[in-house]
Nanobody, 116 residues
């Protein structure tokens, strides 16, 4: 099982920026970022698919940028122009068997809080 560790969460004011990092213990065929706000279901926000293509949720497109250093097994999420509605626990996940499936491996999550 792949071990995933997120870091970089914190508290910022609206309009601020944060960069999240996810380190994996071994290569994965795909991975991405998801978030879960209080009282809401977990949703995907940015990911690399098996071919390395990037996809963003509409809610973050243009503000968030996903990137990776494959050699170092690190994935980043640069979050700019943060809004209070971005407040959530952010998860790194890997190894989605097919598009639309759930990921099989998950990190523990990192909290992001955006104040107005």
């Amino acid at each position: 099982q792949v071990h995933l560790v997120e870091s970089g969460g914190g508290s910022v004011q609206s309009g601020g920026s944060l960069r999240l990092s996810c380190t994996r213990s071994e290569y994965t065929k795909n991975w991405g970022w998801l978030r879960q706000a209080p009282g809401k279901r977990r949703v995907g926000i940015a990911n690399f698919d098996t071919q390395g293509r990037i996809a963003y949720a509409d809610s973050v497109r243009g503000r968030f940028t996903i990137s990776q250093d494959s050699a170092a097994n690190i994935m980043y999420l640069q979050m700019n122009n943060l809004k209070p509605e971005d407040t959530a626990t952010y998860y790194c996940a890997a190894n989605r068997p097919r598009p639309g499936d759930e990921y099989t491996d998950w990190g523990q999550g990192t909290q992001v809080t955006v104040s107005s």
